[in-house]
């Protein structure tokens, strides 16, 4: 079987929680005033393949039973990262996400940024409700951690310097973060040992590693109706990725005289533009990144092996595997 | 005494209290790296009077002690409070808050939504380590409840024929629901009876109301160097407030196009302006607004006097004259 195919089955199988988990995010977003359902109902609508909530409603499968708790907690990340999406798109100035405008574009800078606290506050409203302390306390944290790592990205725009360290410093906190932290809960509300638990988030975290290279490469060369949002935007805003670091690691003269050009301001050339995107191409910078990407993915196999199933860890095996060949 | 030496005293008596609740502020915004706790101290040192953690610390000096809990509890209120003015900001395009540069203007948008979710998500995370899911439940719902009642106000703007019910939901919302949610915490936390309680958080949100009533006013006729902040915003960005509803009442023709010239766009000519606010005096709307104000302390006191002892009454009674009287 193909990883999709894979993924398939896991999402036919996941597909009774998943339809709890849209029910809670529902629930969550009501409202009386119809200016706020509006709203609210864009968002909701714009949820995209739910891999957040997918992943906790697994990992929950591999201890038990997934439980309304294991639902709600999907729920809760799924709105997190929702409401992170609403602020982005306020930051970014991005007009298509998922297929649909975003927020932004339709209802302006002010509400959405509005929006976005009103789908944060309901998300930790419904935590509340969860009545579990430790997802509290981690939840919250990793949410700062996220925003934190939004800040840190934006202040080395440009900066085609960016160490290959705080290159990771910053996809951690904004993208895998939350990953482990909400892989980590599931395993936690499930009755994992500590250290069943511990493996998972670290499975989860190289996950979202995976994930955010793969989604950077797919800004580069993915086709915007496949995936569903604007692309190139990373090039545009000076965002170094980790393509353009192993380009920029080859040490080749005119390659990098052709980064600084790009990344110097937003208007770059559309030919200097064209020109970067093939030498990541040929110079193999960009399958360097895939690589990189599936190797994240096997220290996150090797770190749940010694506590899972051989059963378990296929299961997530299929996971990784989809994050790394996805083309959306 | 007048109110305002009688609410010097008060912050005397608070101090210890307030001290309190600023280390919490400072400790719960602390980060490691460089950028972050620059963007953090920015935030803190724009925290104007603290009359929320105060009216917060106040009340529970009427039921007993006030414990580290209830400083925690200010700091919490304060953050959110924090949050939202940090997202206004973003919104408004106001160039000074406090007297200082708003992070915005200093910052750039972009890093101001983030910024704004850092300090709403540490306040939150600082309200779980407090371990009350009382006070987590009615908190998270309160900033969904005042975003929300953001949005209706701004789906108002310019709207002259806005009717008084929805001007009282709007500033309900956006200004008086978290008074009155934190008051009734710092009672519930404090021991006090549930009749005690919701006549602590009824006061809270009369005063919430009346606060936001005068500062409606100071935006109209206030002094920029007494407030410390952009004032006449609410004229440009076409703000229905209590003064300008009580004109439009009055049903004088003149007045009433002089209204919607003013209103109907940002660019209003100066003579229009001075002529408004010159029959805002005139009129006594201006007058009639702040009896308003004082009718709502006045029902607040109303509220408290059963539950409370003469002495309690006479200290809420202070604060109440004070939000009436302020210059600032």
């Known amino acids: 079987m193909t990883a999709t195919a894979h993924l398939r089955e896991m999402y036919k199988d996941l597909a009774p929680g998943l339809a709890m988990v849209d029910e809670e995010i529902a629930r ?80 302006g800078n002010f509400e959405s940024v509005l929006l976005g606290d009103i789908v944060f506050a309901r998300a930790i409203h419904l935590l509340s409700r969860l009545g579990d302390s430790t997802a509290l306390l981690r939840l919250t944290r990793a949410v700062s951690t996220l925003c934190e790592g939004e800040i840190l ?57 995976a994930f955010q290279i793969a989604d950077d490469g797919l800004d580069l060369v993915g086709s915007e ?58 110079s193999g910078s960009l399958d360097q990144a895939l690589q990189k990407a599936v190797g994240h993915v096997q220290r996150g196999q090797a770190a749940i092996q010694p506590f899972l199933s051989e059963w378990a860890c296929e299961k997530l095996r299929a996971v990784g595997e989809f994050v790394v060949q996805r083309r959306q």
């Open 225 to 282: 109706a496949e995936v569903g949002k604007s692309l190139g935007t990373d090039l545009s805003s000076g965002k170094m990725t980790l393509p353009l670091l192993l380009l920029r690691g080859q040490g080749d003269p005119g390659d990098l005289a052709l980064l600084r050009r790009v990344m110097a301001q937003p208007g770059a050339a559309d030919s200097d533009r064209e020109r970067l995107l093939l030498r990541l191409q040929e």
């Open 153 to 209: 990205q934006n202040r080395h725009r440009r900066d085609v310097d960016l160490a290959a360290a705080d290159y990771y410093r910053i996809i951690g906190a904004k993208t895998a973060e939350l990953y482990g932290v909400g892989a980590g809960l599931a395993a936690h509300l499930s009755g994992a040992t500590p250290e069943a638990e511990e493996a998972v988030a670290s499975w989860a975290y190289e996950l979202g590693l």
């Open 28 to 107: 969550a977003l009501e409202a009386d005033h119809p200016a706020i359902s509006d709203l609210c109902a864009h968002v909701s609508a714009y949820s995209g393949k739910r891999l957040r909530p997918a992943v906790i409603l697994l990992i929950s499968t591999l201890f038990g039973e997934a439980s309304a708790k294991i639902a709600r907690l999907g729920a809760v990340v799924e709105m997190i990262h929702l409401a992170t999406l609403v602020h982005d798109d306020v930051i970014d100035e991005a007009s298509l996400r998922r297929g649909k405008a975003t927020v932004s574009a339709r209802f």
